[in-house]
């Protein structure tokens, strides 16, 4: 272990509380010099303490939630884009409790939480200029063991290669290698990683590497993730993991639709001045229809026909139905801005509504994408122990155009983790994939499945 990699969590720590310090500090005196000054009864010294206490807390608890505490993990403009999300919603969340405590009319002016907005964006690109190089000075990259299966070496390289500052791969050996030859290989090397590596054998390295403490970065295998999601089980003294595995519990169930109609309701609200706006442009560009529906599969594999704004020529699919690829000409120019923005995606709300989705959930697929994938990986039907949805855990953490079988076992996760708190979560995260160009990226030239 690095000297310095002990102290790792607690530096990420130290500069993030500095952070939201200083944000604080000019919110403080912003809500000192204006805010409390136009109240009718200014409040006291624990009135303020109160309001100061709340907005750090705001800060805290939305910085967190985008990861804007993982200094030395995120790249760069990454860990800006969480931070600032984080201070604007924890800003707007103050300026709405100011307008409560103000119980008078007209509301108050919103130009001093702007003020504080801009001052926090300052602090943060500052603070990441100065962070940056400290950090990568104090934690260069892991030397790093790959140990995989021949077929999906590539891949791994190719994904490995793109964070160079968290991983140097010193030597990559396949998993076919005996077990004596893989334990060799670690002596010069900070962490292992395993891929598509023989259970016996992978249990045997993880032992090893667990022994010497030496970091293991391991692919799940499907079994791993389901049991991710077992109870603990203490009925006599030998331990048991409980797998129940029949999806969401009913009263999982009864909280999770009561959200959907809340939220769904509220969001078609808020949205339609911009869905009317983004069915015009769509009508404009190219005279064609606004929306179109296509039918998917949900919970159970019962069939649905899903809405969406067209993003694409009318007749995109008279050759039958394919992935969208990288520089796909049958987008449209409008087509393009809002699969951007997320904003085709709008119409799924009354799918919602209908109780067809689910606010968070997997990707609701076509039936011949599912049979097709099936063919590849039999598992790929679990994701239908619980209703499709509009955003989830494959679509934050994965890509358009990540594969079927990680897709399914990015959906197991959050199936076999699920809770109220984690949908509320995906749900905020889902604001910065917005801003996440790599997200959408289409399947590659060659590539089979998206």
């Given at each position: 272990?690095?000297?310095?990699?002990?102290?790792?969590?607690?530096?990420?720590?130290?500069?993030?509380?500095?952070?939201?310090?200083?944000?604080?500090?000019?919110?403080?005196?912003?809500?000192?010099?204006?805010?409390?000054?136009?109240?009718?009864?200014?409040?006291?010294?624990?009135?303020?303490?109160?309001?100061?206490?709340?907005?750090?807390?705001?800060?805290?608890?939305?910085?967190?939630?985008?990861?804007?505490?993982?200094?030395?993990?995120?790249?760069?403009?990454?860990?800006?884009?969480?931070?600032?999300?984080?201070?604007?919603?924890?800003?707007?969340?103050?300026?709405?409790?100011?307008?409560?405590?103000?119980?008078?009319?007209?509301?108050?002016?919103?130009?001093?939480?702007?003020?504080?907005?801009?001052?926090?964006?300052?602090?943060?690109?500052?603070?990441?200029?100065?962070?940056?190089?400290?950090?990568?000075?104090l934690f260069p990259p892991r030397r790093l063991?790959?140990?995989?299966?021949?077929?999906?070496?590539?891949?791994?390289?190719?994904?490995?290669?793109?964070?160079?500052?968290?991983?140097?791969?010193?030597?990559?050996?396949?998993?076919?290698?005996?077990?004596?030859?893989?334990?060799?290989?670690?002596?010069?090397?900070?962490?292992?990683?395993?891929?598509?590596?023989?259970?016996?054998?992978?249990?045997?390295?993880?032992?090893?590497?667990?022994?010497?403490?030496?970091?293991?970065?391991?692919?799940?295998e499907i079994t791993d993730i389901l049991l991710?999601?077992?109870?603990?089980?203490?009925?006599?003294?030998?331990?048991?993991?409980?797998?129940?595995?029949?999806?969401?519990?009913?009263?999982?169930?009864?909280?999770?639709?009561?959200?959907?109609?809340?939220?769904?309701?509220?969001?078609?609200?808020?949205?339609?001045?911009?869905?009317?706006?983004?069915?015009?442009?769509?009508?404009?560009?190219?005279?064609?229809?606004?929306?179109?529906?296509?039918?998917?599969?949900?919970?159970?594999?019962?069939?649905?026909?899903?809405?969406?704004?067209?993003?694409?020529?009318?007749?995109?699919?008279?050759?039958?139905?394919?992935?969208?690829?990288?520089?796909?000409?049958?987008?449209?120019?409008?087509?393009?801005?809002?699969?951007?923005?997320?904003?085709?995606?709008?119409?799924?709300?009354?799918?919602?509504?209908?109780?067809?989705?689910?606010?968070?959930?997997?990707?609701?697929?076509?039936?011949?994408?599912?049979?097709?994938?099936?063919?590849?990986?039999?598992?790929?039907?679990?994701?239908?122990?619980?209703?499709?949805?509009?955003?989830?855990?494959?679509?934050?953490?994965?890509?358009?155009?990540?594969?079927?079988?990680?897709?399914?076992?990015?959906?197991?996760?959050?199936?076999?983790?699920?809770?109220?708190?984690?949908?509320?979560?995906?749900?905020?995260?889902?604001?910065?994939?917005m801003f996440t160009k790599e997200s959408t990226?289409?399947?590659?030239?060659?590539?089979?499945?998206?």
């Amino acid at each position: 272990m690095d000297k310095f990699d002990q102290y790792k969590r607690l530096l990420r720590l130290g500069v993030a509380a500095f952070e939201i310090l200083i944000e604080t500090v000019f919110f403080a005196g912003i809500w000192y010099r204006i805010y409390n000054g136009m109240m009718e009864r200014p409040f006291e010294n624990k009135g303020n303490l109160m309001m100061i206490g709340c907005y750090a807390l705001y800060l805290a608890v939305f910085i967190c939630m985008y990861g804007g505490m993982k200094y030395a993990y995120y790249r760069k403009g990454q860990l800006i884009l969480s931070q600032i999300l984080g201070s604007l919603i924890a800003n707007a969340v103050i300026y709405i409790q100011i307008i409560m405590v103000f119980r008078i009319f007209p509301f108050p002016i919103l130009w001093p939480v702007a003020a504080v907005s801009a001052a926090d964006i300052l602090i943060i690109f500052l603070l990441n200029q100065i962070s940056e190089p400290v950090f990568r000075r104090l934690f260069p990259p892991r030397r790093l063991l790959l140990i995989c299966n021949p077929g999906s070496r590539d891949n791994l390289l190719r994904k490995i290669s793109a964070r160079k500052d968290l991983y140097e791969v010193t030597r990559c050996v396949s998993a076919g290698e005996p077990l004596y030859r893989l334990k060799r290989e670690l002596q010069d090397c900070d962490a292992m990683m395993l891929c598509g590596i023989e259970e016996q054998k992978r249990n045997m390295l993880i032992k090893y590497c667990y022994e010497r403490s030496i970091r293991i970065y391991v692919a799940p295998e499907i079994t791993d993730i389901l049991l991710r999601g077992a109870d603990k089980l203490h009925s006599f003294d030998t331990p048991f993991l409980l797998l129940r595995n029949y999806g969401l519990s009913f009263e999982q169930r009864v909280i999770k639709r009561t959200m959907d109609v809340l939220i769904s309701g509220f969001l078609l609200i808020i949205a339609s001045p911009f869905m009317l706006l983004t069915a015009l442009a769509i009508r404009m560009e190219d005279h064609g229809p606004a929306l179109f529906k296509q039918e998917r599969v949900t919970m159970e594999g019962r069939k649905f026909f899903i809405y969406k704004f067209r993003s694409m020529i009318v007749d995109a699919e008279k050759n039958g139905a394919q992935f969208s690829t990288k520089n796909d000409s049958r987008i449209t120019k409008v087509g393009g801005f809002i699969r951007a923005t997320r904003l085709d995606e709008l119409p799924q709300l009354l799918n919602i509504l209908k109780g067809d989705m689910s606010i968070v959930g997997p990707r609701p697929e076509r039936q011949q994408y599912i049979e097709e994938f099936c063919q590849e990986t039999p598992e790929f039907i679990y994701r239908l122990k619980v209703k499709a949805g509009l955003t989830g855990y494959a679509q934050i953490y994965g890509k358009y155009n990540t594969t079927p079988l990680d897709k399914l076992k990015l959906d197991l996760m959050y199936i076999e983790t699920y809770s109220v708190f984690l949908d509320i979560r995906l749900i905020f995260l889902t604001l910065k994939i917005m801003f996440t160009k790599e997200s959408t990226e289409g399947v590659e030239d060659g590539q089979n499945h998206a």
